[in-house]
């Protein structure tokens, strides 16, 4: 251990407490190498400092910096998650709700949830930014439902965008694991930005504006060489309309058209959406695009259209079974 800090515990009272919370951070890096007595004495300092207002009221954001007006807020915010103590069910709303959740206070907080404490949050966050309603997300365990108290607030709240990677992508990550379409629209309804920044996760759930409109997004940047600069176009599984056979096909087209051989790449994807909508029209979309070129990536595309006329001859095989099999004679099993 650094000898400042073996001086630290040489410490007593309150000479030992302001060191301790004025050091909170550097701290907080050495507590696995603390004794069971000086580990003691932090938590007992860390506790007893618990700010009379709670901590968020004094984090203070401007941008991307944050001061605490509180030396107390300051430990409960670093020095609290290495130490592992555990906060009530009203210090977690607070401190989730404070605006300064780093990732070592995030895992800190999921250790210690529970849905009492983030209802508690939803009633203490006012904030119409999603930034903050991010943070209080990344608190709550991903193997956990979101509380619907926290769900309703942030709808009713949320009406701006302070950095779209970054609270937002928890909001639609959240939502749009949980299945919740219509709170992901009601979000996006209040502003470009939220829209924007939420398409991804309504398209997963098969909301057709939206992959149609990240479908033409995604034909451009291919078009004009910028296919890998986005991610893996995952967000195309949730696609399920017929109406979007043409989008897809022009999508596809585009693919091609660069000449890449890239397994990684958008074919693969678009290839399962088509499948997955099936019938007559994306048989002809495949021929029609066959059509176009003589080239061998043209050409590869029979094996995919074979696996659409596949699926389809099962699909009618498995409706007639039960016709077939009563004019034969044979034993129907109820598949119910």
Same mark, same amino acid.
């Given at each position: 251990?650094?000898?400042?800090?073996?001086?630290?515990?040489?410490?007593?009272?309150?000479?030992?407490?302001?060191?301790?919370?004025?050091?909170?951070?550097?701290?907080?890096?050495?507590?696995?190498?603390?004794?069971?007595?000086?580990?003691?004495?932090?938590?007992?300092?860390?506790?007893?400092?618990?700010?009379?207002?709670?901590?968020?009221?004094?984090?203070?954001?401007?941008?991307?910096?944050?001061?605490?007006?509180?030396?107390?807020?300051?430990?409960?915010?670093?020095?609290?998650?290495?130490?592992?103590?555990?906060?009530?069910?009203?210090?977690?709303?607070?401190?989730?709700? $404070?605006? +300064?959740?780093?990732?070592?206070?995030?895992? %800190?907080?999921? *250790?210690?949830?529970?849905? #009492? =404490? @983030?209802?508690?949050?939803?009633?203490?966050?006012?904030?119409?930014?999603?930034?903050?309603?991010?943070?209080?997300?990344?608190?709550?365990?991903?193997?956990?439902?979101?509380?619907?108290?926290?769900?309703?607030?942030?709808?009713?709240?949320?009406?701006?965008?302070?950095?779209?990677?970054?609270?937002?992508?928890?909001?639609?990550?959240?939502?749009?694991?949980?299945?919740?379409?219509?709170?992901?629209?009601?979000?996006?309804?209040? $502003?470009? +930005?939220?829209?924007?920044?939420?398409?991804? %996760?309504?398209? *997963?759930?098969?909301?057709? #504006? =939206? @992959?149609?409109?990240?479908?033409?997004?995604?034909?451009?940047?291919?078009?004009?060489?910028?296919?890998?600069?986005?991610?893996?176009?995952?967000?195309?599984?949730?696609?399920?309309?017929?109406?979007?056979?043409?989008?897809?096909?022009?999508?596809?087209?585009?693919?091609?058209?660069?000449?890449?051989?890239?397994?990684?790449?958008?074919?693969?994807?678009?290839?399962?959406?088509?499948?997955?909508?099936?019938?007559?029209?994306?048989?002809?979309?495949?021929?029609?695009?066959?059509?176009?070129?003589?080239?061998? *990536?043209?050409?590869?595309?029979?094996?995919?259209?074979?696996?659409?006329?596949?699926?389809?001859?099962?699909?009618?095989?498995?409706?007639?079974?039960?016709?077939?099999?009563?004019?034969?004679?044979?034993?129907?099993?109820?598949?119910?």
């Amino acid at each position: 251990m650094r000898p400042e800090i073996e001086a630290m515990f040489e410490r007593e009272g309150d000479d030992f407490r302001e060191l301790a919370l004025r050091n909170s951070m550097p701290l907080s890096d050495v507590v696995d190498d603390l004794s069971p007595g000086q580990r003691e004495r932090l938590c007992d300092v860390v506790k007893s400092a618990w700010p009379d207002e709670g901590a968020r009221a004094h984090v203070h954001r401007e941008e991307n910096n944050v001061r605490f007006g509180d030396l107390g807020a300051y430990a409960w915010l670093t020095l609290a998650p290495a130490l592992d103590l555990r906060p009530s069910d009203e210090q977690w709303a607070d401190l989730a709700t $404070s605006g +300064a959740v780093w990732t070592d206070t995030a895992d %800190w907080l999921r *250790r210690h949830y529970t849905a #009492e =404490a @983030a209802a508690k949050a939803a009633e203490m966050l006012d904030s119409d930014d999603s930034a903050p309603w991010g943070q209080l997300l990344s608190a709550i365990p991903s193997d956990q439902e979101v509380p619907d108290a926290v769900i309703d607030a942030m709808v009713d709240r949320v009406r701006t965008v302070d950095n779209p990677h970054g609270g937002l992508w928890n909001i639609g990550q959240r939502l749009g694991g949980a299945g919740n379409l219509g709170a992901l629209q009601a979000i996006s309804s209040r $502003s470009d +930005a939220l829209e924007s920044g939420l398409r991804v %996760w309504r398209a *997963r759930l098969g909301e057709t #504006e =939206a @992959a149609s409109s990240l479908l033409g997004d995604l034909t451009g940047a291919v078009k004009e060489g910028k296919g890998r600069e986005w991610d893996d176009p995952e967000w195309l599984e949730g696609v399920s309309d017929p109406v979007l056979l043409p989008d897809l096909f022009e999508a596809l087209r585009a693919d091609l058209m660069v000449e890449r051989d890239d397994p990684f790449g958008p074919s693969r994807y678009l290839h399962r959406a088509i499948l997955r909508i099936g019938g007559d029209d994306a048989v002809k979309g495949y021929d029609e695009l066959m059509s176009t070129s003589d080239e061998s *990536r043209f050409n590869f595309l029979r094996i995919h259209r074979d696996d659409v006329v596949q699926a389809e001859l099962r699909k009618i095989g498995q409706e007639s079974a039960a016709d077939v099999a009563r004019t034969l004679g044979l034993p129907v099993l109820d598949a119910n």
